[in-house]
Every structure is written in C-alpha cells, then in structure tokens.
C-alpha cells in the first residue's frame, strides 16, 4: 500500500513515550513535520534526534486545556494521540487521561479543520468494564467519536519491544528473586467423578505485538477515516509461556509459583503503595480476561507484512 505524507504536519500526543518512538522513526521516512506533546521535557531529548535535522518539533504542555491543545494542533493535517497511563497517582488519574481528554482532542481537532484524527486505545476495553482502566479507555473511545465521528480508533493487545513494560518488568523481577509469579486461577479438572485436579497451566491467553509492527499499522492506516481495529500479534500464549520464554532468552530457571487471583489482590493492596507499583488491583482485574482477537491478527497482518512474534524479538533485548 503507498503512502505519502510528505508536507504533511502530524501531531502526536504521548509520542515521547514507548511507541512513540518508533512511530517517529516510522513517520520521518517521509518529508512531514512531526510536533511532539507531552507533559515529560526528560524524554523529549530522546526523541528529538530521530527524524532529519529540524524534522521533530517539540510541543511541552503542562495543561491539557481545550485552548492549549487547539494551539498546539492549528494547522495541522493529522494528529495522533497514544497518551494514556497504566497506574494512577496524585497527578494522574484514568477518568481525565483515557475518558475525558480523548474528547478534548477529538473536539479540538473537529474545530481546528484536522483531517485525520487517530486514538490508540486497547484490546478488550469494552468487555472488561470492571476495570477502572478499561471502563476510562472505553469511554475515552465514546467521547472521542461523539465529538469526531471519522476517527480511527486503534486496539492492540499488550505491546512488547525493547523499551515495554511488561516483558521488561518480569525480566528485571528475574534478576533478584528466585521465583516468578503465574497469576491466574486454576481450571478443575474432572479425570474421574471424585478426584479433581486443579490445572495452574492455562491461565490468561495473551497475543502481544511488536512496537514496530505497531507503529508500521498505524502508519499503514494514518489516512483511513471511521475505522475501529483490534490488533494482536500472530501467537496466542499463556501468562506462563511468556514467562518461560523469558527466561529460555536469558538462560536462567527460576521457580514458578502460582498465585490465585487473591493472592494476587492482596501482593497488589501492598505493591499500591509504591511509586512505580509493579502490580496493581485494578491490574489483576484485567489479567482475569483473555487479551486475544481472533480478527486482531488478520487486520494487522492485511497491512504489516511478516508480523514479528515475541520468540523472535525478544532475544534482541532481554538479556
């Protein structure tokens, strides 16, 4: 599929986060100007260089004001918002970063004649409504169309690459402690009418993505209007897969202990109270559903060529 975008300015917001990166990396292939927003003037350096020189811009915004954003994106002809958070805190909470921004981008965008409007949500918001993360996420997606029906609404199930926060998370966790966590409840098995046994091995189905492939989809489908995609990568694997995969790539055994989701909740109720807290309860809610798609891998597949599973990127970056 061809794609031009030369002359064009694109907006991302969040786009000095993770994925960002590489969707710069994606976009200034092509003679555009890409304007970066994000509240974080740390990671701005990390970013700044990746395009030709004066390529990337750099647009810092303290306050998420409709004013201030339709500032930011006068002019422009596509904006791109991929901000969203995995945990709240004091500054942060889920109902103003997934629900009500979107909206504020979306009418801002609606008002300042944007042509492409594009949102990166995730896969399973809208069957997961326990969740304070996936109830924020799949109203942010509610606001966003209401207020610009012919946006493009992105899905994609847990995103690894170099710089993630999950593979990342249980490899570091590897490093100090001799056993790993399998959270999930066990499936009963009934061998015979009186002898039950509790099988620990299924557990949650994950179908992570690579970053790359990713950012090479939403470039791919930058000029598509009133699309609704949910991605996923090409294997479907166990939260117990992953972890073996892990440690296969860094050559090392650790136990693996299974933790029912009680369990799960009361590590969370303590992990809560830490800055950066590795697990969460609202966390372990989502873990209680499957991240799969059975369309997610034929969308993405239809405008990324060779999809890169997890085996295969991984040994790239865990070590």
Same mark, same amino acid.
Do not use: W
């Given at each position: 599929?061809?794609?031009?975008?030369?002359?064009?300015?694109?907006?991302?917001?969040?786009?000095?986060?993770?994925?960002?990166?590489?969707? #710069? @990396?994606? %976009? &200034?292939? =092509?003679?555009?100007? !890409?304007?970066?927003?994000?509240?974080?003037? +740390?990671?701005?350096?990390?970013?700044?260089?990746?395009?030709?020189?004066?390529?990337?811009?750099?647009?810092?915004?303290?306050?998420?004001?409709?004013?201030?954003?339709?500032?930011?994106?006068?002019?422009?002809?596509?904006?791109?918002?991929?901000?969203?958070?995995?945990?709240?805190?004091?500054?942060?909470?889920?109902?103003?970063?997934?629900?009500?921004?979107?909206?504020?981008?979306?009418?801002?965008?609606?008002?300042?004649?944007?042509?492409?409007?594009?949102?990166?949500?995730?896969?399973?918001?809208?069957?997961?409504?326990?969740?304070?993360?996936?109830?924020?996420?799949?109203?942010?997606?509610?606001?966003?169309?209401?207020?610009?029906?012919?946006?493009?609404?992105?899905?994609?199930?847990?995103?690894?690459?170099?710089?993630?926060?999950?593979?990342?998370?249980?490899?570091? #966790? @590897?490093? %100090? &402690?001799? =056993?790993?966590?399998? !959270?999930?409840?066990?499936?009963?098995?009934? +061998?015979?009418?009186?002898?039950?046994?509790?099988?620990?091995?299924?557990?949650?189905?994950?179908?992570?993505?690579?970053?790359?492939?990713?950012?090479?989809?939403?470039?791919?489908?930058?000029?598509?209007?009133?699309?609704?995609?949910?991605?996923?990568?090409?294997?479907?694997?166990?939260?117990?897969?992953?972890?073996?995969?892990?440690?296969?790539?860094?050559?090392?055994?650790?136990?693996?202990?299974?933790?029912?989701?009680?369990?799960?909740?009361?590590?969370?109720?303590?992990?809560?109270?830490?800055?950066?807290?590795?697990?969460?309860?609202?966390?372990?809610?989502?873990?209680?559903?499957?991240?799969?798609?059975?369309?997610?891998?034929?969308?993405?597949?239809?405008?990324?060529?060779?999809?890169?599973?997890?085996?295969?990127?991984?040994?790239?970056?865990?070590?």
């Amino acid at each position: 599929m061809s794609i031009s975008l030369d002359g064009k300015k694109i907006v991302i917001f969040g786009g000095s986060g993770f994925i960002g990166k590489y969707l #710069i @990396s994606k %976009f &200034s292939q =092509f003679s555009c100007t !890409i304007k970066i927003v994000s509240r974080n003037t +740390k990671k701005f350096k990390n970013v700044k260089f990746l395009g030709n020189l004066g390529q990337v811009e750099i647009g810092k915004l303290n306050n998420f004001s409709e004013k201030n954003i339709s500032e930011i994106i006068n002019g422009s002809d596509i904006v791109i918002n991929l901000i969203g958070i995995l945990y709240e805190n004091k500054l942060q909470k889920f109902d103003f970063v997934h629900s009500q921004l979107p909206g504020i981008i979306a009418r801002s965008s609606k008002n300042q004649g944007v042509g492409n409007l594009i949102h990166l949500s995730a896969l399973g918001v809208e069957s997961n409504l326990e969740s304070n993360y996936a109830k924020s996420k799949f109203q942010g997606e509610k606001n966003l169309k209401f207020e610009y029906p012919d946006a493009t609404i992105i899905r994609p199930s847990v995103v690894f690459g170099k710089e993630d926060n999950f593979v990342n998370l249980f490899s570091t #966790i @590897s490093n %100090f &402690s001799p =056993f790993l966590p399998i !959270i999930g409840d066990p499936k009963i098995i009934f +061998k015979n009418k009186f002898f039950p046994i509790l099988n620990f091995s299924e557990g949650t189905l994950f179908q992570p993505i690579y970053v790359g492939d990713l950012a090479e989809f939403i470039l791919k489908t930058v000029n598509l209007k009133s699309k609704t995609f949910n991605l996923a990568g090409p294997n479907i694997l166990t939260f117990k897969e992953i972890i073996k995969i892990i440690l296969k790539y860094k050559k090392i055994k650790r136990l693996l202990i299974p933790v029912p989701f009680f369990a799960a909740n009361l590590l969370a109720f303590f992990m809560e109270k830490f800055p950066q807290p590795p697990l969460t309860k609202d966390q372990v809610l989502l873990l209680k559903k499957d991240n799969v798609s059975k369309k997610g891998y034929f969308n993405l597949s239809k405008y990324v060529r060779n999809p890169k599973s997890l085996e295969v990127i991984i040994p790239t970056y865990i070590t």
